[in-house]
């Protein structure tokens, strides 16, 4: 397993952007698929975006367009560019790592940052 350590949070305006990293530990990053989740009170874990190895990148319907998902494999780190903030993106964000293709579950993750908060004022 890795180890990952999310920073980047913070507050934002709507409408406003910010740029979450997840810097990963340990050897062969390249091989993961790395995925961003968030989670807001009350509510389940949800995916946000994924990378898998190669140039594959995928969204969840409600961030398509705003997000964009990229990784620096050299550096062990992905990242999650946000843009168009809404309120309703409001959520600690998490980031994850799993060996394989794809996954947009998170119990298809087998290891998980602390998390940073995002919060959207209106």
């Known amino acids: 397993q890795v180890q990952l350590v999310e920073s980047g949070g913070g507050l934002v305006q709507a409408g406003g952007s910010l740029r979450l990293s997840c810097a990963a530990s340990g050897r062969s990053f390249g091989i993961y698929t790395m995925g961003w989740f968030r989670q807001s009170p009350g509510k389940e874990r949800e995916f946000v975006a994924g990378?898998?190895?190669?140039?594959?990148?995928y969204y969840a319907d409600s961030v398509k367009g705003r997000f964009t998902i990229s990784r620096d494999n050299a550096k062990n780190t992905v990242y999650l560019q946000m843009n168009s903030l809404k309120p309703e993106d409001t959520a600690v964000y998490y980031c994850?790592?799993?060996?394989?293709?794809?996954?947009?579950?998170?119990?298809?993750?087998?290891?998980w940052g602390q998390g940073t908060q995002v919060t959207v004022s209106s």
């Open positions: 994850a790592a799993r060996l394989g293709y794809g996954g947009s579950y998170p119990e298809d993750f087998g290891s």
């Open positions: 990378s898998s190895s190669g140039t594959n990148t």
